[in-house]
Structures are given as structure tokens and as C-alpha cells.
């Protein structure tokens, strides 16, 4: 079967779970391999995609292709790339990080594939504590999910967190323009809200079966089920 399947820049990405390969689909319908290995939470930005690898004993590593090189070898569970940073969850030390993707890097490559600590790279706590899955950002903003689902934003010029819509709850949380878009947890059907969690929509439609996750990309929904 196939998960974290994506359309950027014109072509498809998929994840073959049986075979554990991370693929690209070209126009002339030939897959072209990746990554050889479990690969999670793919996503992408500039001419790169990104994608998590279980290297270390909490989560993995994050990775980047064409080459798969490593560009954050700390435990990492959820991530996203923004201005020239990474931030990130560490399950480790159950903290929110950001730190720059060049000093990361750095660090990876001293390291020669080994696993450091979040405090060894310079990363910055932006909340301790916390548990963060589907980690967006927009602007001076970061979305996630919580350790009960429920979707908040941190200003990171602040340092101030609020529930989206007074406790929305929702897990596979895509930012795409100014909306939200998140599977709910009540009822496994896709939705969209304002970044304030006003005008909530239902997406799914009457042909509807168990959604397990939504990606946006380039203006397309792709949602598994």
C-alpha cells in the first residue's frame, strides 16, 4: 500500500509501505527511488524534500534529497523547514526546538552519523514540556497539535500560546494559504478553518471513508484512506 503520497513541482511522491522505499513518480510513469528505508512525514521546500529516517532511539533523523544527506541527526519526531531553520519536536526531551538548517548541518556532518542532543547544536527551546506533532509555521507563527490533539499557536516573537478556535482538535495539520487544514479525531473526516479556527468546513464529501491523513501542495489535497 501506499502512505505520504504528494504532488510538488509537478511530479508524485509515495511512500510503498510494503517495500519501505520512498519513490518520485516522473511524467513517463517510471519510479525513480528516493530513499531505501522507512521514510516519515516527508515534505518539501526549494528543490529539496525532506523526510524523517528512525536513526536514534527517540524518532529519527531528518534527512533532505536529491542526496540523502543528513541535515539534523538529534531525536526528531515532527518537523518542519522555514527561512533557513528547522524546528522541530525532541519525544527525548519532550521540547519544541528551532536551529538554524547551516549549524545543523554542521554538526551532522562532524558527527559522521552519529546521534548528538538538541543541547549539543545550539538548538533553541521555544517550549518545554510540550508535546508538538504537525509542526507548521506561518510567519512569526508555529501551529501544532497537542499531546490531547487540540491545535495552538505559539508567537515566537512572544512567546505567547493560544487554543485555534477555543479547542479545535486535530491531527495530519497542513497550513496552506490562510486556512487550516486537519483530520478530526471525532470523526476522521478532513476540515478547514481560518488560522483563528473560524469558518470550520467540512471537505470530505458523501463519497467518505476513514481518512488517515491530508497533505497540501501546490494547491492540491491528497488524502489517504
Not at 37 to 48: A, I, K
Not at 107 to 118: I, P
Not at 162 to 176: A, C, D, F, P, Q
Amino acid at each position: 500500500s501506499v502512505a505520504f503520497l504528494a504532488e510538488y513541482k509537478g511530479k508524485v511522491y509515495y511512500y510503498d509501505t510494503a517495500e519501505k522505499k520512498y519513490y518520485r513518480l516522473n511524467e513517463s510513469g517510471d519510479d525513480v527511488l528516493i530513499h531505501d528505508g522507512m521514510t516519515l512525514y516527508p515534505q518539501f521546500s526549494g528543490n529539496y524534500v525532506y523526510y524523517i529516517t528512525p536513526d536514534s532511539t527517540y524518532g529519527g533523523f531528518v534527512r533532505r534529497a536529491p542526496i540523502s544527506e543528513i541535515v539534523l541527526n538529534v531525536n526528531c519526531s515532527y518537523f518542519t523547514v522555514e527561512s533557513g531553520n528547522i524546528i522541530y519536536y525532541d519525544p527525548a526531551i519532550d521540547d519544541l526546538l528551532i536551529v538554524k538548517m547551516s549549524e545543523a548541518m554542521k554538526f551532522a556532518k562532524e558527527a559522521d552519523g552519529e546521534a548528538n542532543e538538541s543541547a549539543d547544536i545550539k538548538a533553541v527551546v521555544l517550549l518545554e514540556d510540550t508535546a508538538a506533532s504537525y509542526v507548521n509555521v506561518k510567519g512569526r507563527y508555529v501551529y501544532y497539535s497537542d499531546d490531547s490533539n487540540k491545535i495552538k499557536r505559539l508567537d515566537m516573537s512572544k512567546g505567547d500560546i493560544i487554543e485555534i478556535g477555543h479547542g479545535i482538535m486535530g491531527s495530519y495539520m497542513n497550513i496552506y494559504d490562510d486556512y487550516i487544514y486537519y483530520v478530526s479525531p471525532s470523526d476522521n473526516r478532513i476540515y478547514r478553518c481560518n488560522l483563528d479556527g473560524s469558518d470550520i468546513r467540512d471537505l470530505t464529501g458523501t463519497n467518505y471513508a476513514r481518512t488517515a491523513g491530508v497533505s497540501i501542495y501546490d494547491g492540491y489535497m491528497v488524502y489517504y484512506a
